[in-house]
């Protein structure tokens, strides 16, 4: 078993590493850490639970830490769930000390030596980590939720058929994803919608450069698909879990491929992490829904555990090549679940 | 007092039309229709009413007929809240009956001798039955609710601006729009969103040409805007009112207008149905919005007693000109509201 | 006109204060006071306003004041909508100064010398601050918002039929009770229930005694009603505006009153404030439905611009003499609306 | 393996029964049923699937009966999801024909010749169809959902402490229980609350005298518990599963156990079916929380699979001896789960 700590343990991303932990049969988890005004508490009189699964009764009795290098030195790999005001000081810090710390904070998501990785489909850009030159210690990022979702069937798209010209989405996004002190404040989504989360559309139309881009030459970097234009609007809505995104795209060659040949590469694309038999590994990365009102986030939100991501309505776009809806489960493979499946590639690829 | 009626008056845009005529100061609500399994019946006994606001007293107790022309032969103007599998039928009666139907129906919308009008932006459209050869009958649709709030802050701008090229929207509708017998299920829209609405992603596409075209040479009809390429995708969320529309848009013409320019545009606009002063015309059509988060359904879809539509985030877009969010009111100025515009304008312009 | 002034003037409640006297007739809004933070600014720059209607425009540009008696000095009535941590002592200053202040915090609502006022119900508590002795300063204090529902029915049959010896309530809240900064968050009421609100049971129970009791021989306070029994069990449900409660009850006397009686009196009182006209005064206090699945809070909350309260269902109970379930409007009867029609009273009365 | 069929398959607890049954050690699915309209065809043609869980593949292809006894001759246990207006004719067919039925349908509830069987509560009332005389075919109750929530905890508290006197219980039920074809309407449940279920509140105040009843001395029937009074009062609101109830209770004995002897039964009771290893079992049938803010249907609802029944806020009651908050999942412990329970407890107790 790898020893795994968890940053931000208290918080909402923390509490869904560590449900996914605790049954997990390669990692265990061996440290916790959170805010000073946390540390030296037991994790059940530190937190208040809002997960519907109950509180792993074996980290009910463990004492939080403070977010110090130090006490996390036996962790094979540091998830971390911290925001983002204090995540870009205390990930330095653990991995000048050696650490290997897999983020969910978006603070060093464009920084170039770090791998921006949605283990369902960029997974061959985590190398680059292995053939980085510098100490022991490395930082790999999680996508934003959103961004997730989006890339998740595209970069199958783009690996059979060549880069992309242009990508909309319009985003219809959980509240969980807004974490819950204080979160997203119930008058503002019963009976309606906030068309806006700081942040969120730059976040989008940056990082999908990023994932849908190569591994360079050397492999130790990623080449950014610079001509890949993405606008996106993002909204909140009154639901639980699970972000729908309306999405259309182009691709950069004409003609496109024919909606059966869409259709067939998402169908048949098997992600690498199923390949090399991870344990969270999705059985089918991309699900392709021919019912005409699929997605659903209710009903399709949970498929393979929330690491399989499903597609519907895939049809021509009057502007566009296709159009297409998307659903991702946002704290699964849009937060703290690919954390979990990037530390699984890493052990599969005998990088840690 | 013009006399009015109310075909499909126990339905959901019927008990509308019957609110709003029941204090209008130039309309009295004078004969109701209905299916045969409510004629004959008082309509507090007929209809289950749902509305906010309560039942009009003077209207329990008027009994409802059937949807027969002979039983309105003295109505100024029937309002229509039929279901597309009579309205077709029924309308036509009407109107071969020598009356003045106004629409909520679909079915007469892409007739090239109806007029299709959003009375906020497109009321110089209602010149063509005026201008019309034929009988005293004729029928007004009133657009679909989707398409009302996409083309009232367009139709200004393309006025100011030349037509547009490209015209995207990803909408989140109110569940209202869909009625409420039975309406939408609350299984579907608790913890959820439809990403399907049918048939109604073709409207947007359609109608748009139509009400963003221009009065033919001879008054008597509509040059399609044949060149507008339109994209929707449509889905329904956890609203009572207010349809939100995430829109992007980009003019034919080069280099496009400022965004001071659009902005402005929208401010000054003033409808017809204001200048004429119209008993329920907006005091201000198109709201500009420069809060980061609006608009909202809960707290922008009354603006104007639902007449005035609310414009925010207009900002550019990294493949069209620009993007912004819309709001209106999907049963006033997306449904029976803007039918009850329609007839003020019928009155002020002596059409009727 | 005479002078108000409101406190807590950018929270939920204040902002109703605000609303509410912003189209007054008798009062005009001359000063408004928040915390330090806010004090100096403009109320539009200070205050996050989350109200369905518009900000009016008169107050955009008054500036905050801290909450000290000096500058509320020329206000003929004062209008509380502070926390209660610190209503307490400002409160006390400020009567203490002579200035008159209506409340909606729950400090003094037990003091025997404040009447506690659901004006709809028991205006009459009104005179013991006529008859007080002591300074030119007074205190009186809006119930608690589910009390106010509570007792708005209750009030009429004891006046009738004498005491109560039992009533139970199980309350089913509204979330915009809670404010919200941060208030109810979504991800507790989004599909859920949250059977809990801190305090508030406590304060049905003992609140009902007071507002049920009588004013005393002197007139110069209240008989609590000792021998009522109330149990409460309160929960937050996903509804915005409009406190349901399905409530039991037990006269003293036996045999009780009729079902016939109980309605009749409920149908036909009216409440003193109608009497003296004033000017918010609900043309019907309680309103009685006869639908088997009325009230409903998105149907009728508004009756009476939510001076009104909803009674339905009224019918044997095995156990108690009768069950019903009641409606009422939080934050127009249950907050700032009270408030502002006991300042109506107390004109009416001359009082103020 | 015994053979199962269900009736109804294409409703709502149709549904349930076969997912239910999909991976069930004890039960293959051997015969399905439903309308006219639907026999004959392919049961993924013929059923509009709305559970959160996909259709088991094993039932896609299915071939839908219609429910006449022949065509279930060889189930060893035929589950029963038929409206009532069905139910009563259809079970009666196939119990004379030697059936065993078990079902969700109020038909035959108060019959004194069928056991109306909450499985984690009264499961000992089973033994009269053993004990019956008659022929090879019986029919078995599953109580209403919100009844089966509220005996839950009562149950173990008067087999240990005696009977109760007085049971009251304001329900805030889920929407699944009213199925799917229509169900609740999303405006009735939206930013809403329906405090009215029809029927309901009447099978709740009679189940209760059934099941908290005993087996009469023969063993072949119910003395009803004709001295318990219960009043209910039962709401809909938006939760999707899990019916919360708010109950207060007093004993015929006093003085009344303690609170600490409450919550030890509680805590301390096993139930049966666990007793005897049945697959479905819940682990702890009743959770006691003490958490002020619990239990809450989207946390706890899914306790032992949703056969668990959490209680909360256990406290004194002014008016009875005390009062507490229930969680029960209404389409598990509240329908089809306890069918499947019920047909386990048959199988261990070698009735069938």
């Known amino acids: 078993?790898?020893?795994a700590?968890?940053?931000?343990a208290t918080g909402s991303v923390g509490q869904r590493f560590i449900l996914l932990l605790s049954e997990h049969p390669e990692f265990e988890l061996a440290a916790i850490g959170a805010s000073k005004r946390s540390a030296g508490k037991r994790y059940v009189d530190a937190c208040t639970w809002k997960q519907t699964d109950l509180m792993p009764q074996q980290v009910e009795d463990m004492i939080v830490s403070e977010c110090v290098a130090e006490d996390f030195k036996d962790c094979d790999v540091v998830f971390s769930g911290l925001d983002a005001d204090v995540a870009g000081t205390v990930e330095k810090e653990f991995v000048d000390a050696g650490l290997v710390v897999i983020s969910n904070a978006k603070n060093y998501r464009r920084d170039p030596n770090v791998p921006l990785v949605v283990p369902i489909a960029n997974s061959e850009h985590l190398e680059m980590v292995a053939n980085r030159e510098g100490g022991k210690g490395f930082n790999i990022c999680i996508s934003n939720c959103s961004t997730a979702g989006l890339v998740a069937p595209l970069k199958p798209l783009v690996d059979?058929?060549?880069?992309l010209k242009y990508v909309t989405t319009t985003t219809l996004q959980a509240i969980?994803?807004?974490g819950f002190s204080p979160g997203v404040s119930g008058i503002d989504i019963l009976d309606n919608i906030v068309p806006y989360i700081s942040g969120e559309e730059d976040k989008i139309e940056w990082e999908a450069k990023k994932i849908l881009g190569n591994l360079n030459a050397e492999g130790n970097g990623i080449d950014l698909d610079e001509d890949l234009v993405v606008?996106?609007?993002c909204n909140r809505v009154a639901v639980s879990d699970g972000h729908t995104e309306c999405v259309s795209f182009k691709f950069k060659?004409?003609?496109a491929p024919s909606l059966d040949e869409i259709k067939s590469c998402l169908r048949e694309y098997v992600c690498e992490a199923k390949k090399l038999n991870c344990h969270s590994?999705?059985?089918q990365a991309i699900h392709?829904?021919?019912?005409p009102d699929r997605p659903q986030p209710r009903l399709d939100r949970n498929r393979d555990a929330g690491y399989g991501v499903s597609v519907g309505r895939i049809r021509p776009d009057p502007i566009f090549d296709y159009k297409m809806v998307i659903l991702s489960h946002n704290t699964i493979i849009g937060a703290a679940g690919s954390g979990i499946l990037i530390a699984e590639l890493l052990v599969a690829k005998n990088i840690i």
Chains 1, 2, 3, 4 share one sequence.
């Open 1 to 3: 078993m790898k020893k």
């Open 160 to 163: 059979k058929f060549g880069p």
């Open 231 to 233: 606008s996106a609007q």
């Open 5 to 8: 700590g968890v940053l931000g």
């Open 281 to 283: 590994a999705p059985e």
């Open 288 to 291: 392709v829904l021919e019912q």
């Open 176 to 178: 969980s994803g807004a």
């Open 253 to 255: 060659k004409e003609p």
